[in-house]
Each structure stands twice: as C-alpha cells, then as structure tokens.
C-alpha cells in the first residue's frame, strides 16, 4: 500500500444515489481529498484504521495531511472478524471521546470493510451521531461495502446481526491503492462485482468476460471500471430502496450461502471467496426449482472461473462443512421474516433469469427446501 503523498492527481467524483440522498464518491489523489474534506469543517478528525502495519502508516500519513485542515487521531482496531463486535465499537466509542471528539467531529475510516463497518457503527451512535468520511482500501470494500448505508457488526457465528444505517458525507477511493491490492484482494473484490452484474446489470456480463483474468492483473484504468460498474449496479436499487428491504435485497444473492461458509470456516473462506461459491449454489437451486436456464448457470461458472475464484472448498484438516452444521446456519441466516417461511424452508435471493430474480411478496426472495439447499452445496463444492 503507498505512502499517502501530496501531489495532484486527476479526480472524479461520482454521486452514488441512495434514496434521496446523493453522496460524493471521489476517486483521486490526496489534494483533491483534502480539498472535499476542507469542507466538512470539523473540528477534529478521528481517523479509524486496522492495527495491521501498512493501514496503520497509511491512516497515519492520512491523519498527517488531515492535520492541516484540523487536529487529527489515529485509533486502531484489531484485525480480522472476531472484532467486528459490539465491543469493538464500545472501545472505539470511548477512544474516540479520550481524543476529544465532539458532535462538530467527523470519523474517518480507513481499510476493509471490517474497519469501514465498525467505524460507521461507531460514528452512527457517538453523540447520537456523528460525521462520517469512508476511505475503503480494498477492491471489496470500495466496491460493496462502502456503497450502503448499512453500518454494523457480528454477533458470535451470525454475520451483521447488529447495525444501523448512517449517511457518510464522503467517500474517497485512492488509485493508487487500486494499484497495490494482492491478487487475493482483488479476487474477493470482483465477486460482489460479478453478482452485481448477474442480478442487476447483465450488460456488464461481456465487459466483465473481456476484461476478467485469472492471475487478477489489471491496469489502473481497468480497476477503475470495475469501481464504476459496481457504482452504477448498486445506484439502481439503492436509489429506490435505501435501507435495502425490498428491491435492494437482491444483492444478497449468494450470501445466504456464502454467510455460513464463513461463519462454519471461521472466516478461513474470505466474505468474497463465499459470496462466489453461494452464487454457484443459488444458481442451482434456481435451476432445481425451474426457474434458471443451464446456460445462465454455467455463466456463473465462466465467470468466476475467468476471474481466478474458486469453485469449490479448499482442503482443510477439518472438515467443517457438514450436512448438519451447514443447516443450522442457513435457518438462522439474517434475511428470515422478510417472506413466510417454514423451519425446513430457506429465504433466499434466486434467479429467473440473468438480472431478473424470482419475487415474493413483491420483494426478491424466494423459498427454498432446506434439504435442497444443502445437498446441492454439499454436492457442488466439496
């Protein structure tokens, strides 16, 4: 990751629509940050970051440039899912108030989506609410997480089970951190951007199929494209459904699945590695159920394939996906109450075709059986 720098690069500002809410997304360097954040007025900077090293010297050098504007800290957060807590946000909260933080303050978040949805939790309940600035530093996080206004964070083996929505005023994504990502950053990235495309924008279906590679090598400019489809997917239905009940629901196509394989690998299977293989699920639980055509379902294949994600579960000593174990997490998946279902059915997000997902209850859902749900996974990505 670079060092954050002062010289100018080229700028855009992409207004991403939720509800009626239009919120600058800037894609540039750092003076043209600083120059959107000079604007906030803020009498402090609390600048939110992972502990792992290079986030560290990165929301260090960030705070440093932020210095010039107003006074400026830097807290840490522990890395990786078991902090992504009601605790974790406690300790913030009262760090945040030991560095002075007042209601005239705003909360930068610097990182993944774990930093960027803690300190969007955390800035959504300091003082009742406070300002709140997101500058995503991998591919998943500026393509997915930082698009929502959901804020929020696990309880013990249940993913985003706590949360509120909060508006941020800013959203800064730095290219030449597009740039540095590791292979696997960019892979897990890309997955969120596939799904947007296969239930939202199929158009993007050829883009993505020319452009996608194995070894995730892309230039600047290719990066940035990405960013963009996955702006112009999510700005479709957040722009109607901003708290992401109805229509929105659809971009949890995938996670149903996806979810539970995180929480029974404990996280080993990465949120986007996930999100690609419930897709493969879904995919065929659509075409169990007569809804899905096998071409589209091969789709799904080709294009995970072409962006070097996995198909199935990678060997591990113990074997932590059981028909069993695998049940017990979909029953308790976080989209159940939104249509009827029975204890041997799951909700979940399935197709009809490409961009167009089964509905009930005029939302995107559908039932499906349980049994088949997990002996399609089972069978599909052992």
Not at 13 to 22: F, H, N, Y
Not at 263 to 283: D, E, Q, W
Request: one cysteine or more.
């Amino acid at each position: 990751m670079p060092t954050v720098v002062d010289e100018s690069l080229p700028a855009e500002t992409v207004a991403l629509r939720i509800g009626d809410t239009r919120i600058p997304y800037l894609i540039g360097g750092v003076d043209a940050f600083l120059a959107a954040a000079k604007d906030l007025h803020a009498d402090k900077w609390i600048v939110v970051a992972s502990e792992q090293p290079t986030l560290r010297r990165y929301a260090q050098d960030l705070a440093e440039a932020l210095s010039t504007i107003a006074p400026s800290s830097v807290i840490t957060l522990g890395d990786g899912e078991r902090f992504k807590s009601i605790a974790t946000v406690e300790r913030l909260c009262e760090k945040a108030v030991e560095a002075g933080a007042t209601r005239s303050s705003v909360m930068v978040t610097v990182g993944g989506g774990n930093a960027c949805n803690i300190g969007g939790l955390c800035a959504s309940l300091l003082f009742r609410g406070i300002r709140l600035v997101q500058v995503p530093t991998t591919l998943m996080a500026m393509s997915d997480v930082v698009l929502s206004l959901k804020q929020g964070v696990n309880l013990t083996g249940m993913k985003n089970m706590l949360g509120t929505y909060h508006v941020a005023e800013l959203i800064w994504a730095d290219p030449q951190v597009l740039t540095t990502l590791p292979p696997q950053e960019v892979r897990a990235g890309l997955a969120e951007i596939i799904k947007n495309s296969l239930v939202l924008t199929p158009h993007h279906v050829d883009v993505l199929l020319a452009t996608l590679n194995p070894a995730a090598e892309y230039t600047a400019g290719q990066l940035e494209k990405f960013l963009e489809m996955a702006i112009e997917s999510k700005s479709l239905v957040l722009q109607h459904d901003p708290r992401e009940r109805g229509r929105a629901l659809v971009l949890e196509y995938g996670h149903t699945v996806g979810h539970a394989l995180e929480a029974l690998s404990s996280n080993r299977i990465t949120h986007g590695f996930g999100v690609g293989l419930g897709m493969r699920v879904a995919a065929r639980v659509s075409h169990r159920l007569g809804h899905l055509d096998e071409q589209s379902v091969a789709m799904h294949d080709r294009l995970l394939r072409r962006a070097g994600l996995p198909l199935g579960i990678p060997t591990y000593e113990d074997e932590f996906m059981t028909a069993d174990r695998l049940r017990g997490k979909l029953i308790c998946d976080n989209k159940r109450g939104y249509i009827g279902s029975a204890d041997d059915q799951v909700a979940m997000v399935l197709l009809n075709r490409l961009g167009v997902p089964v509905t009930t209850a005029g939302v995107p859902l559908a039932v499906a059986p349980a049994d088949m749900v997990v002996e399609t996974a089972c069978e599909l990505l052992s």
